[in-house]
């Protein structure tokens, strides 16, 4: 997985990504996610399961994408299985911190 760490304005945006999903465009109807444009929104660390709960533990809001990378948010009980949302059979998730 990907793990990168926004820090603006005193928000701290955790984005997380299947390695293999970058560099792709999903597209479903008028859904569009771009992960080739976008990369650089993406790609920071490889991490691993450890080093991205660790993340998850403090963040303002969380983008993720791909199997691996939303199942540790189910499995860390940050999401439920009903707000993922699915692309081209690709789950993807935002979460806001208010």
């Known amino acids: 997985m990907y793990l990168k760490i926004h820090e603006t304005r005193g ?13 792709k465009v999903l597209q479903e ?12 929104f993406y ?4 991490a691993n399961e450890k080093e991205v709960e660790t993340a998850l533990t403090n963040f303002s809001s969380a983008n993720i994408v ?10 860390l009980k940050l999401v439920s299985e009903d707000n993922i949302v699915y692309i081209k ?10």
């Open 11 to 23: 928000e701290r945006i955790v984005a997380i990504c299947d390695e293999s999903l970058i560099g």
């Open 43 to 46: 790609i920071g660390e490889k």
């Open 89 to 98: 059979d690709i789950p993807h998730i935002q979460i806001y911190k208010l």
């Open 29 to 40: 109807g008028k859904v569009v996610l771009d992960l080739n444009t976008y990369k650089n």
């Open 66 to 75: 791909g199997k691996e990378s939303v199942a540790l948010a189910v499995k």
